[in-house]
């Protein structure tokens, strides 16, 4: 059974930093793309960032670009998201994801 669950999510101030991690099981992980997702209130989920596991290979939206870094450590099958100048308009509800599987989600509240 593939399992993600996040962790890392927390109340920060503008312009504070924050690190997500996504604990992966249930599947090979070291050759599958993850990604990172956000919803906000009243909006439709968002991709923020995609990383490729076999070989690291990364992409992301421009609204994070410059500001948030997603990586994989295969052997502890983690994914994590480092997000560097928060800003209010990051808000949200952060989602792991792979294939058609998502986790639970981690809230994310940048006050101004």
């Known amino acids: 059974e593939v399992q993600l669950v996040e962790s890392g999510g927390a109340l920060v101030q503008a312009g504070g930093t924050l690190r997500l991690s996504c604990a992966a099981s249930?599947?090979?992980?070291?050759?599958?793309?993850l990604a990172w997702f956000r919803q906000a209130p009243g909006k439709e989920r968002e991709g923020v960032a995609w990383?490729?596991?076999?070989?690291?290979?990364?992409n992301y939206a421009d609204s994070v670009k410059g500001r948030f870094t997603i990586s994989s450590d295969n052997a502890k099958r983690t994914v994590s998201l480092q997000m560097n100048n928060l800003k209010p308009e990051d808000t949200a509800v952060y989602y792991c994801?792979?294939?058609?599987?998502w986790g639970q989600g981690t809230q994310v509240t940048v006050s101004s």
């Open positions: 994801k792979t294939l058609l599987y």
């Open positions: 249930g599947f090979s992980f070291d050759d599958y793309t």
């Open positions: 990383i490729r596991t076999r070989d690291g290979s990364t």
